[in-house]
């Protein structure tokens, strides 16, 4: 029986175009001016910190600024990155510089699941700071109190199994109550050896014959 769903937002919940035509660009563009002005703050620094530990050396503040825009272009899912570009993306949000794409049935359907008495989670690569301004900034409204959890790469990678046990043990469910909603069959993959039930979004594209995960084309095609 499920009693919790939890779901992956780029490609999911929300459009990849919106992620990547107007976040990403948004944080290239403003990366380097951000930590030439907030670089001293503890926060900031913090997470300066672990771009170095990640390069293997200690970079000066124009070195670690280069270094988080390749991995900008790269996709690169390195946690301080995300972090920097959750802090960046809260200052357009708030100047409404853009808001948060949701699709229409995510929305629906996850504001009928919570009313079933359904728990809801996030596990996303973006820091959990970017997931929260995402629903709390979308033309549905502040959704964010329709989550009980939200989940990131602190946790572990999206497609290590590991990842999953972890989130189930925080959640406090064995994985067999706990649907896990991606578009990314490695992540789907890993949630499903770790226990959880699985199913694929695929709003584009043509539909395998055979596929290892149920798969849909939107929310309302899912059935809990």
Excluded: C
């Excluded at 570009?85 to 948060?100: E, K, L, P, T, V």
């Amino acid at each position: 029986m499920i009693r919790a769903i939890l779901t992956d937002i780029e490609g999911t919940t929300s459009s990849l175009s919106f992620v990547k035509e107007v976040l990403f660009p948004y944080s290239r563009e403003h990366m380097s001016p951000f930590i030439a002005e907030h670089a001293a703050e503890p926060e900031v620094a913090r997470e300066l910190g672990e771009v170095s530990r990640l390069a293997g050396r200690a970079l000066s503040i124009p070195e670690a600024t280069e270094q988080l825009i390749e991995w900008i272009d790269q996709d690169r899912k390195a946690t301080p990155l995300k972090a920097l570009q959750g802090m960046i993306w809260a200052s357009g949000y708030q100047n409404s510089d853009f808001h948060g794409h949701v699709y229409e049935d995510a929305a629906r359907k996850l504001q009928a699941w919570k009313a079933t008495g359904l728990s809801l989670y996030v596990f996303s690569s973006g820091s959990v700071a970017a997931q929260k301004l995402l629903f709390a900034h979308t033309e549905y409204g502040d959704l964010t109190s329709l989550f009980s959890g939200y989940f990131d790469t602190r946790v572990g990678p999206k497609q290590e199994s590991a990842s999953y046990t972890a989130i189930a043990q925080q959640i406090g469910m064995p994985g067999e109550n706990i649907l896990f909603l991606s578009d990314i069959d490695g992540e789907l993959d890993a949630a499903q050896q770790a226990g959880l039930k699985t199913v694929k979004l695929l709003r584009e594209g043509k539909l395998a014959p055979i596929n290892t995960h149920m798969t849909v084309r939107n929310f309302d095609d899912i059935t809990v």
